[in-house]
């Protein structure tokens, strides 16, 4: 397959924490950088109410460009709080985010109790369910509980992402039996990145491509802090892995973004 350049490409960033202090210094201009490089969106995440309201705001400044999630991620599952916080991220959907999460499992780290991760997992699925927002999910070493959610999600009409994905081939491949989609990060430009299979198993309609910035820059930046401009990157690599033309994968990711949250027409092809 013949080079691509990669200014030609279009593409949705559909997960990047925009909203994390990490940008404070030149949030504008890394916006700037993304349209440049051929970004149509940014979905912004809220992985907290308080981040949620900071993501909300970005939308509303950059709007049909930036949107915005609401959720409760698992290394806070702790001190989630239903009757406090489940109101709140409600109130975010009902303003205009366009999905719940950052929500998900994460048993690597374990930074809440595993059970306290599972209940605010289960509040989210049903907020989901209740607002018909998708469910954006952060999965590690947890895919027993992750396979058990997304069948309850599934059976309660609810479909999502399993975003910045390294897992199993079988948990790929349950989620895209329930109708999910699969999205990649720049780890699969790391040199120790090996699975080119899981990359050629998700069906072109089910692919995301993300950034998840500011963290996991891909080469040839990788140890810099990322940003949503260097997508390219990961669709050049998951292109290549397919053998498959970029442009025409960018063309179909973002219309993947588009169908799974619902985005303004402003964000299609």
Same mark, same amino acid.
């Given at each position: 397959?013949?080079?691509?350049?990669?200014?030609?490409?279009?593409?949705?960033?559909?997960?990047?924490?925009?909203?994390?202090?990490?940008?404070?210094?030149?949030?504008?201009?890394?916006?700037?950088?993304?349209?440049?490089?051929?970004?149509?969106?940014?979905?912004?995440?809220?992985?907290?109410?308080?981040?949620?309201?900071? =993501?909300?705001?970005?939308?509303?400044?950059?709007?049909?460009?930036?949107?915005? &999630?609401?959720?409760?991620?698992?290394?806070?599952?702790?001190?989630?709080?239903?009757?406090?916080?489940?109101?709140?991220?409600?109130?975010?959907?009902?303003?205009?985010?366009?999905?719940?999460?950052?929500?998900?499992?994460?048993?690597?780290?374990?930074?809440?109790?595993?059970?306290?991760?599972?209940?605010?997992?289960?509040?989210?699925?049903?907020?989901?369910?209740?607002?018909?927002?998708?469910?954006?999910?952060? &999965?590690?070493?947890?895919?027993?509980?992750?396979?058990?959610?997304?069948?309850?999600?599934?059976?309660?009409?609810?479909?999502?992402?399993?975003?910045?994905? &390294?897992?199993?081939?079988?948990?790929?491949?349950?989620?895209?039996?329930?109708?999910?989609?699969?999205?990649?990060?720049?780890?699969?430009?790391?040199?120790?990145?090996?699975?080119?299979?899981?990359?050629?198993?998700?069906?072109?309609?089910?692919?995301?491509?993300?950034?998840?910035?500011?963290?996991?820059?891909?080469?040839?930046?990788?140890?810099?802090?990322?940003?949503?401009?260097?997508?390219?990157?990961?669709?050049?690599?998951?292109?290549?892995?397919?053998?498959?033309?970029?442009?025409?994968?960018?063309?179909? &990711?973002?219309?993947?973004?588009?169908?799974?949250?619902?985005? =303004?027409?402003?964000?299609?092809?």
């Amino acid at each position: 397959m013949a080079s691509q350049d990669r200014s030609a490409l279009i593409f949705i960033d559909s997960h990047a924490h925009l909203a994390d202090a990490a940008f404070s210094g030149d949030r504008d201009a890394v916006i700037s950088r993304a349209r440049s490089s051929g970004a149509l969106a940014i979905v912004c995440i809220g992985e907290s109410p308080a981040v949620a309201s900071v =993501a909300a705001r970005l939308a509303a400044d950059n709007r049909g460009f930036v949107f915005s &999630t609401a959720g409760v991620h698992p290394h806070d599952a702790a001190a989630f709080d239903a009757d406090r916080d489940l109101p709140l991220l409600r109130a975010h959907l009902r303003a205009g985010a366009v999905a719940v999460g950052e929500c998900g499992l994460d048993y690597h780290y374990d930074n809440s109790p595993r059970e306290a991760q599972l209940a605010a997992f289960t509040a989210q699925v049903s907020l989901a369910a209740e607002e018909k927002r998708p469910l954006v999910v952060h &999965t590690r070493d947890a895919e027993d509980d992750t396979r058990r959610m997304v069948t309850d999600a599934s059976a309660a009409g609810v479909t999502g992402v399993l975003h910045c994905y &390294t897992g199993s081939h079988s948990l790929a491949e349950h989620a895209l039996g329930a109708g999910w989609y699969i999205s990649f990060s720049g780890i699969v430009t790391f040199r120790k990145w090996t699975d080119v299979d899981l990359l050629r198993l998700v069906p072109s309609d089910r692919l995301l491509v993300e950034s998840d910035s500011p963290y996991l820059a891909p080469v040839p930046f990788r140890g810099r802090r990322n940003e949503p401009a260097w997508v390219t990157h990961t669709l050049a690599a998951v292109a290549k892995a397919r053998e498959v033309d970029p442009e025409q994968l960018g063309r179909a &990711t973002v219309e993947n973004a588009r169908r799974l949250f619902g985005l =303004a027409p402003s964000a299609a092809p």
